[in-house]
């Protein structure tokens, strides 16, 4: 079963703007992880953030976290058409599965 | 550096048939997993190797088996190939030193499309 479910299911947006997507899930998480996945490529790791974390930044993302509501989202600033991918939400329980939502497809309109 | 590769890129069988999806990596992780990816959907776990010798059952199980050949080497047999499982099998792997590390940072290979008729 998956636990992460993104939200919006596709988005579409102009070069320039910031994309925010999305991620609630079901039960305690140790972390929670955000991919990118390239048309017919295998998945790229963006960042992780720990259920000890609110906040993270990696040069143009920012991922938040509230445990509380069991949700997270992923803001993409200035996007380019290059951001143009699929991007999943995966949580992290403790021991070695990771379990990823249906993804967000960003398109990025030059 | 090849990091995560993955054998054949594309793959068509007629039901029945067997085959064996190749996998290795070289950045000397320890755990190692295999995932399909249906149009759609997120990735499921298969299964997975959370060191070398040891092989566990994901979510999806049912019609494979693993083997983990050694630290570098993780493979995916389908012993009798179902419709069912026409999809693109990813494989990843982690450094995962530690079992609360074990859902940790994952690195992909570029996936297998497998086709059953």
């Known amino acids: 079963s998956q636990q992460g479910e993104e939200d919006p299911q596709a988005l579409s947006i102009q070069e320039g703007e910031n994309a925010t997507m999305n991620c609630s899930y079901k039960t305690s998480i140790n972390n929670l992880q955000w991919y990118r996945q390239n048309s017919g490529r295998g998945l790229v790791h963006l960042i992780l953030?720990?259920?000890?974390?609110r906040e993270k930044h990696s040069g143009r993302l920012r991922v938040t976290l509230d445990t509380s509501k069991k949700s997270s989202s992923l803001l993409i600033t200035a996007s380019r058409a290059a951001d143009t991918a699929s991007y999943f939400c995966?949580?992290?329980?403790?021991?070695?599965?990771?379990?990823f939502g249906k993804g967000t497809k960003l398109s990025v309109i030059p | 550096n090849a990091g995560v590769t993955q054998t054949p890129k594309f793959q068509v069988l007629k039901t029945g048939q067997s085959m064996t999806l190749q996998c290795a990596q070289d950045?000397?992780?320890?755990?190692m997993y295999w995932y399909r990816q249906d149009p759609g959907m997120g990735l499921r776990l298969i299964y997975y190797s959370a060191s070398e010798g040891t092989t566990d059952k994901g979510e999806v199980p049912n019609g494979y088996n693993v083997s983990r050949l050694n630290k570098r080497e993780f493979s995916l047999r389908l012993e009798s190939a179902a419709p069912s499982q026409t999809s693109v099998y990813f494989c990843?792997?982690?450094?995962?030193?530690?079992?609360?590390?074990?859902?940790?940072?994952?690195?992909f290979g570029p996936g297998t499309r497998l086709t059953v008729l």
């Open positions: 950045m000397n992780h320890n755990s």
């Open positions: 990843a792997s982690s450094e995962a030193l530690l079992v609360q590390e074990g859902t940790d940072t994952q690195y």
């Open positions: 953030i720990r259920s000890n974390e």
């Open positions: 995966a949580t992290g329980a403790g021991s070695y599965q990771l379990t």
